[in-house]
Structure formats: C-alpha cells, structure tokens
C-alpha cells in the first residue's frame, strides 16, 4: 500500500532548526502537489507549505522566510527545513498529498500521513 511517514520532528529551542522529512513509500509513479500542515492543540489545521513537481512552492505568511519545502521527486520525498523557530510554531506537523498515481496506473487521492510533533521551548 502507499503510506506517507513523517520523520524528523522532536523539541527545539527558539531560533533553532529541525527539518522534517516525509518520504512516501510503495508503488509509486508520480506524485502531485505535495505540502506540510501543522496542528496546535484547540486550533484547527493550517497549511504551512505547498510544492508543486517542479518546484514551485508557496507558504503561510507566517513562516514566510524561516522554513524552506523541498522534494527530491526520485525519493518520493518532501522536506520541510525550519529555522528561526519560534514557540509559535509548536505544532504536529502532517505530509499531505493531493495525488498518487501507482505504477499500475492507479491514483489515491489525499493522502496523509501520521504525524510529528514539532515542540519550541521560549
């Protein structure tokens, strides 16, 4: 089955970093749209960033300039570097996809994975 796993959060101080890593595993051809969203506790679910095939990305303008998404496509990868964090950004943070197409010719349709928590100490 196709699975998206998130890795790579854990506690940081203010103006740290982490980079979080997805990696999406299975019979893959090609992945769509690929973007982080994060969750704090009693907030809902907001988009961090999004990154097209090609490269192209966008960002929540509140970490406009402190995180950076990233995908290595022959990985099936996506990467979210952060720095300059801040307490703000004390989150779970989710991989999500809107498009797999399997090497069968198949597509799954938002996918997401597990989960990592992302905690920054003041």
């Known amino acids: 089955q196709v699975r998206l796993v998130e890795s790579g959060g854990g506690l940081a101080q203010a103006g740290g970093s982490l980079r979080l890593s997805c990696a999406a595993s299975g019979s893959i051809f090609r992945i769509n749209v690929m973007a982080w969203y994060r969750q704090a506790p009693g907030k809902q679910r907001e988009l961090v960033a999004t990154?097209?095939?090609?490269?192209?990305?966008n960002y929540a303008d509140s970490v406009k300039g402190r995180f950076t998404i990233s995908r290595d496509n022959a990985k099936n990868t996506v990467y979210l570097q952060m720095n300059s964090l801040k307490p703000e950004d004390t989150a779970v943070y989710y991989c999500n996809t809107d498009r797999i197409e399997t090497i069968q010719g198949q597509y799954i349709y938002g996918l997401w994975g597990q989960g990592t928590q992302v905690t920054v100490s003041s």
């Open positions: 990154i097209t095939r090609s490269g192209s990305t």
